[in-house]
């Protein structure tokens, strides 16, 4: 108690002294960029001078944005404030902070492609990196939201955003914006259910001024998840959406599975072999014009159910329930969307069901009922 008491204290006497102390939610120092260089450290738009860009360090062809600028006949627009930087060829953006040794935090960050090109991000906090592909557009605008995590292995992280792209305009490249930074903390069970973080509501850091949600891109290029105890297995990302800007089943996160059979999430449990277990969940959709015919479906090993949920894009959701006797020690337990669908007020962005509120209990367990 007394510990918990001192430690609020020195939290809040170190809320005002500027990143001296490991904060643990909110954007980077300078994270949107509105911050930028003197005339004299810029050539046109391009940063010259490493540390041009106040809180940041640079290297390579870095160009400051503004929103509203042109490139050929597109206007670029900046998600947050007026300011963002652009990553050319091999070009890099660096800053240190103070973190708690041992903890996993989650990076998020607005990216957008610019060019027709591939364009791909390697995002690192030594020694963890991941290499993450911005070709799939899910936002009708350009932007997306990418989130990041890695565990903390000193009591300094150095964030660095690399492009590590070889254009033939060195101009190309992802336009980035909103850096913030989220603590995570690693979901407890409880006796009312089997599933850690089983209502999403632990996960990274969401802006509270963007409405297209967070990307949790799938494991292979993250090897920590930014939404303790789950995994993003296939190919694609899911969407992480809040109840500020979407309407969620319960509390105030929740997945949408934005990529048809592409994208999954999925968690492993202990299980007891021949016992009984009832997995209850809510599909819905999130007010998001995703509308139409669609089905998720649940696997708890080898056992599975479509739920069919027909969207009118308004937001709502029913409850659907998948038993199963358990043949072995671990079971995992998996949710997929069997169909793209793209969102009906512009055509261009996917979007699919929503899942959330799950719980897996044991039947017949005295103790666990
Ligand atoms: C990503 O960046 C890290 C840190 O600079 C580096 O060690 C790693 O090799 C890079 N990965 C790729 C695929 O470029
Ligand atoms: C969100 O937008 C409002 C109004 O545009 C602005 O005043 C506020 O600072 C923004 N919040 C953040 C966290 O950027």
């Avoid at 993450?132 to 350009?142: E, F, H, V």
């Avoid at 708890?300 to 739920?307: L, M, P």
Wanted: net charge neutral; glycine share 8%; proline share 7%.
């Amino acid at each position: 108690m007394g510990r918990i008491a001192f430690l609020s204290v020195l939290l809040l006497s170190c809320a005002t002294s500027n990143n001296a102390f490991p904060f643990t939610d909110g954007l980077l120092p300078n994270g949107n960029f509105e911050l930028g260089p003197r005339p004299a450290d810029m050539k046109g738009t391009v940063v010259v001078g490493r540390y041009a860009i106040p809180k940041w360090e640079i290297s390579g062809f870095v160009e400051y944005i503004k929103s509203g600028q042109k490139q050929g006949d597109m206007l670029l627009v900046v998600p947050e404030g007026a300011f963002a930087v652009r990553l050319g060829n091999e070009a890099s953006i660096k800053q240190s902070m103070k973190v708690v040794k041992g903890l996993y935090y989650s990076l998020t960050f607005s990216a957008a492609r610019t060019c027709a090109q591939e364009e791909r991000l390697n995002v690192s906090v030594a020694p963890d990196w991941g290499v993450l592909p911005m070709q799939t557009l899910y936002s009708s605008n350009g932007w997306d939201s990418y989130a990041w995590a890695f565990q903390a292995e000193r009591d300094v992280a150095e964030i660095l955003i690399h492009n590590p792209g070889r254009e033939e305009d060195p101009a190309c490249g992802p336009l980035i914006d909103s850096i913030a930074i989220r603590a995570l903390y690693p979901p407890r069970l409880t006796n009312k259910n089997i599933l850690k973080n089983p209502d999403f509501e632990e996960g990274p850091y969401v802006f509270p001024n963007t409405s297209w949600g967070v990307l949790i891109p799938p494991n292979i290029e993250d090897d920590h998840s930014p939404l303790p105890g789950w995994m993003v297995e296939s190919l694609k990302a899911v969407k992480y959406i809040d109840s500020v800007h979407f309407s969620v089943p319960q509390g105030k996160r929740a997945v949408e599975l934005v990529a048809g059979k592409e994208s999954a999430i999925a968690q492993v449990v202990r299980t007891i072999p021949g016992k009984t277990y009832i997995l209850s969940f809510a599909v819905g959709d999130a007010s998001n014009s995703c509308e139409g015919s669609m089905i998720v479906e649940a696997f708890a090993g080898k056992d599975t159910v479509k739920v069919p949920y027909e969207s009118k894009g308004k937001g709502g959701y029913k409850r659907a329930v998948l038993k199963f006797v358990a043949v072995t020690p671990r079971t995992r337990i998996m949710f997929l969307s069997t169909f793209y669908t793209m969102r009906s007020d512009d055509f261009s962005s996917l979007c699919g069901p929503v899942v959330d509120d799950l719980k897996l209990l044991s039947v017949r367990n005295p103790r666990r009922m």
